[in-house]
Structures are given as C-alpha cells and as structure tokens.
C-alpha cells in the first residue's frame, strides 16, 4: 500500500521558518514527480510547489517564490518544503503529492491537483500575526 506522509507543520509567528517532510513508502518515486498543494479552510486547495523526478526542475506559486524551496532524496523516497519569511496567509493544512506517470515535468501540469495520484493526509501549518 503506497502511503505518503508528511510531517514537520505546527505554530510559527510571522516571519518565522518551518521544513515539511514528506516520506514515501510502498513504491519508489524516484522517476517521479513530486508536490506540494495547501487548503486554507473555505478556500479550494491550491498549488504550492513541485519538483521533477530528478530534482532538475522546481516549480512555484507566485505567492511563495523567493521565500519556500522544494527539495527531494531520492534515496531516500521524501521530498521536502524549506518555508522562511512566513506569513499569515500562508497558514493552511499543508499536502504532499505524487505523480504516478513518468517524467512529468510541465508547469501547467503540475500546478494541476487531478494529475497526482497520491496524497498524503496534510499537516496542518499556522502562522500567527
């Protein structure tokens, strides 16, 4: 049973940093796509960051480019999100994403949350003013 699991979320004041982790298990993702997405509550989730298989190629969300980086290990099956500079609205439960297709590296579809096929169950990130 494949099962992403994302950990590293919690409380931050304004201007802080945290590192979500995200540990794969039951298959390897190495030639693979990987994500992040994020759901505010009332709001539709939204696309956040993604890396090709080879960690060559990172994609962001305007609204977190220059402060959050995406990085993975292959060798280890995780990918993670380094977020510094934080803000109140960056406060939402937080996903990791995998793509089961190979090689998958456009921006247009990664931004897209339909072309990922496994998720993780979130963790939740606040951010306090």
């Known amino acids: 049973q494949v099962q992403l699991v994302e950990s590293g979320g919690g409380l931050v004041q304004a201007g802080g940093s945290l590192r979500l982790s995200c540990a794969a298990s039951?298959?390897?993702?190495?030639?693979?796509?990987m994500g992040w997405f994020r759901q505010a509550p009332g709001k539709e989730r939204e696309f956040v960051a993604a890396i090709s298989w080879s960690g060559g190629s990172t994609i962001y969300a305007d609204s977190v480019k220059g402060r959050f980086t995406i990085s993975r290990d292959n060798a280890k099956n995780g990918v993670y999100l380094q977020m510094n500079s934080l803000k109140p609205e960056d406060t939402a439960v937080y996903y990791c994403a995998a793509d089961a297709s190979y090689y998958t590296y456009a921006s247009r579809y990664l931004r897209t949350p339909s072309n990922y096929d496994y998720w993780g169950q979130g963790t939740q990130v606040t951010v306090s003013s």
């Open positions: 039951g298959r390897t993702f190495n030639n693979n796509a």
